[in-house]
């Protein structure tokens, strides 16, 4: 079992029992609100769970499994990304995941049984993902949204496709720093594992639902299998950014070897060039200059002239 009360809303199974459950619907009601700012008519009052595994279209491929994936009361669909290991392309996934969702509406049935083939009737899609590392080295700043516009005029025509990436390791208020309830998620989504009680009511203010998402991270409310769950997935991550950690390292020697080794034929080749142009001087053949410093008859010829 985690030693800290409160656990960490980044591991996948937390985050999922957070935000992508019945009796948590409130909280991702208010959390895609907030992250999404979106208020007044453009507020989310309701949400439909939709299956997280999108099946492919093509039996042989392979499934995709997203953290939560649902509908709102106009029917845009809404997927949530927790990502905690850094992932190479992880961008190009978010696209796909958004084009799946949309793509899928033609293929599901209506109440009437009958394919929807008309395009008009797809609904947009809107892909939230919390990125436990750095995906964009050259924005400054932690939350990036990204919308279909025309580039000339920057109208924004193409209405179906909106992206929200929110990255943790650019996040660095302190608790007394934070200024609105988004920021309040972000520290809640980096810090809430290591929360002392007296910075978790600090935090939560008079905030109800940040109130309600601790809750959902207290261990006492948890069962032993809900933790045993919990403590896997753990486990799990640690071991897949363990393996990342070595790959990346193996890497870099390997990189450090091939310099050195490069580093090396280079100086070689220099050393038998230089006693290519001594023997030239002392009017050797190319055969006999070849056999002693290994260098090409072509290489030898290019000397001489």
């Not at 029992?17 to 009052?45: A, C, R, S």
């Not at 595994?53 to 709102?72: E, F, G, K």
């Not at 924005?139 to 990436?165: A, C, G, M, P, V």
């Not at 991270?217 to 393996?243: F, R």
Request: glycine residues 4%; proline residues 1%.
């Amino acid at each position: 079992m985690a030693i800290s009360r409160f656990l960490d809303p980044k591991n996948d199974f937390c985050f999922k029992q957070i935000f992508g459950t019945e009796k948590n619907k409130d909280i991702l009601i208010h959390f895609l609100n907030d992250i999404l700012g979106y208020q007044g008519k453009d507020q989310i009052i309701e949400v439909n769970f939709l299956k997280t595994i999108q099946d492919p279209v093509i039996a042989a491929y392979r499934q995709s499994i997203v953290d939560v994936l649902c509908t709102d009361q106009n029917g845009t669909q809404v997927i949530v990304e927790m990502q905690v290991g850094e992932h190479k392309g992880f961008e190009k996934r978010a696209q796909f995941y958004a084009a799946k969702a949309y793509s899928q509406q033609i293929l599901k049935e209506d109440e009437n049984h009958k394919k929807l083939a008309v395009y008009a009737k797809l609904k947009g899609v809107i892909f939230l993902a919390i990125a436990d590392f750095i995906m964009f080295p050259d924005k400054k700043d932690w939350k990036s949204t990204h919308r279909l516009l025309d580039s000339k005029s920057y109208e924004h025509d193409l209405k179906d496709f909106y992206f929200i990436f929110a990255e943790l390791k650019k996040f660095h208020k302190t608790i007394d720093q934070l200024e609105n309830i988004e920021e309040k998620w972000m520290y809640f989504f980096k810090h809430a594992h290591h929360s002392t009680l007296v910075e978790m009511e600090h935090l939560i203010g008079h905030d109800i639902i940040i109130k309600r998402a601790f809750q959902a991270i207290d261990q006492a409310s948890w069962s032993e299998e809900e933790l045993n769950t919990y403590d896997h997935i753990t486990k799990t991550q640690l071991d897949n950014l363990a393996v990342e950690q070595f790959k990346i390292e193996q890497a870099e020697k390997a990189a450090e070897i091939r310099g050195k080794a490069r580093g090396e034929a280079r100086g070689e080749k220099k050393k038998a060039i230089a006693i290519a142009k001594i023997l030239l001087k002392d009017n050797m053949t190319s055969e006999y200059i070849a056999k002693i410093t290994g260098l090409s008859i072509e290489e030898i010829n290019k000397l001489e002239n």
